[in-house]
Nanobody, 121 residues
Framework: QVQLVESGGGLVQPGGSLTLSCTASGSILSINLMGWYRQAPGLPREPVASINSGGRTYYVDAVKGRFTISRDNAKNTVYLQMNSLKPEDTAVYYC???????????????WGQGTQVTVSA
């Protein structure tokens, strides 16, 4: 069993910054991919950013130049530094990890519970 626990959401003014964190725990052999999705009210969940075990990153166009994803493999933790936040960034942010589990070496997709980010004056 693997769990993801997120933290760092909250209310911020436009132009402000927040950092989200997500830590994986449980029966983990390794983690291939870690990333963040978001879901605004009435809209489907969409990918925001991801990082693989080698450090290669992906960003959706809407956040390029403003958000930075990073990971600490020793801590099984992924971070999302969000700068120059806009009201349209308001959403529930979900952490995602592609985990290789002990002892079966099964690859599983695991989701966090979500953390609210609200950008408003």
């Amino acid at each position: 069993q693997v769990q993801l626990v997120e933290s760092g959401g909250g209310l911020v003014q436009p132009g402000g910054s927040l950092t989200l964190s997500c830590t994986a725990s449980g029966s983990i052999l390794s983690i291939n991919l870690m990333g963040w999705y978001r879901q605004a009210p009435g809209l489907p969940r969409e990918p925001v950013a991801s990082i693989n075990s080698g450090g290669r990153t992906y960003y959706v166009d809407a956040v390029k130049g403003r958000f930075t994803i990073s990971r600490d493999n020793a801590k099984n933790t992924v971070y999302l530094q969000m700068n120059s936040l806009k009201p349209e960034d308001t959403a529930v942010y979900y952490c995602y990890a592609e985990v290789v589990e002990i002892p079966s070496a099964t690859v599983s997709g695991v989701w966090g519970q979500g953390t609210q980010v609200t950008v408003s004056a």
